[in-house]
């Protein structure tokens, strides 16, 4: 039978209001993994109220910035202990290689002290003022309950990303994590406990977003949204938040384009489109799911992707070997299917893959695929499939590429390789992309802030910048002066 998973409220399991579960499987094996609580308005009200609580009690709100950056710092700690465990439920969850999670869970603690070493560096400033008896202010506070919710393709990932700066800045939160991957998120509030963090601070309510995530976003005591996942929710969710006027970030959807010039190591340049698009059988916002080749190197670059492509090794995510494991959960294969039919419909050709590879395992696998003949008015070009699905397209000059690579609505990542820094600079000073990469791709760090442009969302995540996405400002006015106010109806500058 499998295990059971409840929610984490108040610093213990808890079983969800209703009594009911849902299941989660393994996408490699399709084998059931766990059950878990399937959470209602009931059971996050429960989680509201316990972080509330917490937000306002002694053990937290009367800790030191200082003493946060311990409990953060201790948390990092317990995060890299439990490295191979979390890494191989995680992958388990989502069919992400686990040699890759165990990358990212070597890496993971760096961002809880990246922000534990911040705790105490949030600070106000002293205003110069025209009246010299009045001394003027700020002073950067929590926000208070903080919801979070998180997407499937890269769950500890993005949720520490939240997390971290969130809980240096003295928020507490209550978070949702996807249906598809709770465990994890599960197993990180349970670690937070064992650091040290007082009941409540940190929350967990599993279940589905148009049950527990919609009632986390209603809610009137939270005082900030954080959400990583599709456009269209995010928008539902900025809509929500401006009703009530408080903050929201939202990191969502990108169609990006990696950019090949006719200066470029076509052989590096080729294994980074690659990178970019297949790591993670394309399961990410930042996949560089649009290529742009110079037309002098269009053809060797179609045929180096297209040969890298055929010798990936797609199987078990949990095998050393593998390169490639299957996408997340069945609809998402089928939406991946789909597109790629309307694009062949549209006129694309397949000039690799295009279909369900022969495996060992029943799991939902896709093959990377490699779509020629396209152009950048086709739906497959426009819109977010979130599968291994590279459309390559030439171009000619600097300008034409540039148009291309900007008529998207989205914003949020872009590729360009080069050999001139000229142009380097050109490129990343006209790209409409909130971050650029150079000669790489997909290279992050939690110092370096992340933000979305146009419909990739709003907000900033990673980076100093961050932490003021979790306080508000407030301007404080004194006035030394011990001599009466001389015109009670007159300003005072």
């Known amino acids: 039978m499998p295990t059971r998973l409840e929610h984490f409220i108040g610093g213990r399991p808890m079983p969800p209001t209703e009594g009911q579960y849902f299941e989660s499987t393994n996408p490699a094996t ?4 766990y059950e878990a609580a399937r959470g209602t308005q009931a059971d996050v009200e429960l989680a ?82 025209m009246d010299p008896a009045i001394l003027n202010y700020t002073v950067r506070e929590p926000l208070g309950v903080v919801g979070a919710i998180t997407p499937w393709n890269s769950p500890l990932t993005l ?34 406990s064992e ?51 408080i903050g929201c970030t939202l990191e969502l959807g990108g169609k990006s384009p ?21 790591a993670a059988a394309g399961q990410t916002c930042i996949a560089g799911s649009r290529v742009f080749a110079h037309r002098s190197v269009y053809d060797e670059l179609v045929e180096r992707v297209a040969e890298r492509a055929q010798r990936i090794v797609i199987g078990d995510p949990l095998e050393d070997t593998t390169e490639l494991g299957p996408l997340a959960f069945g609809d998402q294969l089928n939406k991946v299917e789909s597109y790629v039919r309307l694009g062949v419909d549209e006129g694309a050709t397949v000039s690799y ?27 497959v070009v426009r819109e977010e499939i979130f599968g291994p699905v590279a459309a390559i397209m030439p171009f000619d000059t600097e300008e034409e590429v540039l148009r291309l690579a900007n008529d998207t609505e989205y914003g949020l990542a872009a590729g360009v390789w080069t050999k001139s820094l000229a142009r380097a600079h050109r490129m990343a000073r006209h790209l409409e992309a909130g971050t650029v990469w150079v000669n790489t791709y997909r290279a992050m760090s939690p110092m370096s802030p992340r933000q979305g442009f146009k419909s990739s969302g709003v907000g ?27 015109d009670p109806f007159i300003m005072r500058n």
């Open 30 to 33: 399709l084998e059931v993994l």
């Open 48 to 129: 509201i109220e316990a972080a509330s609580k917490a937000f306002d009690g002694p053990d937290w709100s009367n800790l030191t910035p200082t003493r946060r950056g311990h409990l953060l710092r201790r948390l990092a700690d317990l995060v890299g202990e439990h490295g191979d465990e979390l890494a191989r439920l995680e992958t388990e969850d989502n069919g992400k290689l686990l040699r890759e999670m165990k990358g990212q869970l070597r890496t993971l603690p760096e961002y809880l002290y990246y922000y534990a070493g911040l705790a105490d560096k949030v600070e106000g400033s002293q205003i110069p003022g």
């Open 159 to 192: 949720t520490v990303s939240k997390l971290a700066p969130a809980l240096a800045a003295g928020n507490t939160l209550v978070i949702k994590p996807s249906e598809y991957t709770s465990r994890t998120i599960v197993r990180l509030a349970e670690l937070a």
């Open 195 to 245: 650091a040290g963090f007082p009941d409540g601070v940190v929350n967990v309510v599993t279940g589905f977003g148009r049950e527990a995530g919609a009632a986390l976003v209603e809610d009137r005591r939270i005082a900030k949204i954080s959400f990583t996942g599709s456009t269209a929710t995010g928008r539902a969710i900025a809509s929500s938040a401006a009703a009530r006027f």
């Open 258 to 278: 990696n950019i090949v010039f006719e200066d470029a190591d076509v052989a590096s340049a080729s294994l980074g489109v690659v990178a970019g698009i297949f």
């Open 353 to 379: 893959g295009g279909q369900r590879p022969e495996t060992d395992l029943p799991g939902y696998f896709y093959s990377p695929t490699v779509l020629t003949d396209v152009d950048n008015h086709m739906r």
């Open 460 to 486: 900033i995540e990673h980076g100093l910048e961050s932490m003021h996405e979790y306080t508000r400002l407030k301007s404080v006015w004194i006035n030394t002066s011990e001599e009466p106010v001389a």
